[in-house]
């Protein structure tokens, strides 16, 4: 069965860099999740998009922006990366929340970051 | 808004025993789905148990199973036979189910290290 599919899987970028991180939501998934997960640390929730309008936002900073394209896949871009954007960066995408019968995110196996 | 709290940062566990991983949340919706994940150390998250709120029963898949405790906003997971390939990172996680406006996005407590003692 097709998965989430993010890439790239890696990413190396200096300081004041810009980065872009793109999401493939599992086929007929209409809503995608962006995480960020610092090393030892909780994923924290960025932003979300359903039928491509942002349907809410977390902790997402200013220097961040995202959208979701009319096939779906969402794209995170980091602008004037910092040290501590360092971090995994996961995609979760699933049906609308109000046509759920798990209730389940499928993520991606998220790209990774590294700030120097 | 809707908190986790994993209160455990490690625990151990020796091969084939039996461990369990505590997990309290508040909200104050009805209907929401709870969720235990695994990260291992490919920090891959893995879907390891979901329970639905109204669901009066604990779910269960293999090894593993629930005490889910609604009134008390208690959802432990239990691993039984613990094996060396479980050693991870746990997380609990709540998911609205969408009935008070909330758009579904999952919300995670602090982990729990599991190793698992050959």
């Known amino acids: 069965a097709a998965g989430v599919i993010q890439s790239p899987r890696h990413l190396i970028k200096e300081k004041r860099e810009t980065a872009t991180l793109k999401c493939y939501p599992i086929?007929?998934?209409?809503?995608v999740y962006w995480y960020q997960q610092g090393p030892g640390q909780d994923p924290q929730f960025l932003i979300s998009f359903y039928e491509k309008m942002q349907s809410d936002k977390g902790s997402i900073p200013d220097r961040f922006s995202a959208q979701q394209f009319s096939d779906y896949h969402s794209e995170l871009n980091m602008s004037s990366l910092e040290l501590g954007d360092s971090a995994l960066y996961f995609c979760?995408?699933?049906?609308?929340?109000?046509?759920?019968?798990?209730?389940?995110?499928?993520f991606g196996e998220g790209s990774r970051l590294t700030v120097l | 808004a809707q908190t986790v709290t994993q209160s455990q940062p490690e625990m151990s566990v020796q091969e084939a025993e039996t461990v369990t991983l505590s997990c309290t949340y508040d909200?104050?919706?009805?209907?929401?789905?709870l969720f235990w994940y695994k990260q291992p150390p490919s920090r891959q998250m893995i879907l390891v148990i979901r329970q639905e709120a109204y669901k009066q029963q604990n779910a269960t898949e293999n090894r593993f199973s629930v005490n889910f405790q609604k009134a008390a906003k208690s959802f432990s997971l239990k691993i039984s036979d613990s094996q060396l390939g479980d050693a991870a990172m746990y997380f609990c996680?709540?998911?609205?189910?969408?009935?008070?406006?909330?758009?579904?996005?999952?919300?995670f407590g602090q982990g729990t290290t599991l190793q698992v003692k050959p």
């Open positions: 909200t104050s919706e009805s209907d929401y789905y």
């Open positions: 979760a995408s699933s049906l609308e929340y109000r046509r759920l019968n798990t209730g389940e995110l499928f």
């Open positions: 996680a709540y998911r609205s189910a969408g009935l008070s406006g909330n758009t579904g996005k999952l919300i």
């Open positions: 086929p007929r998934h209409d809503t």
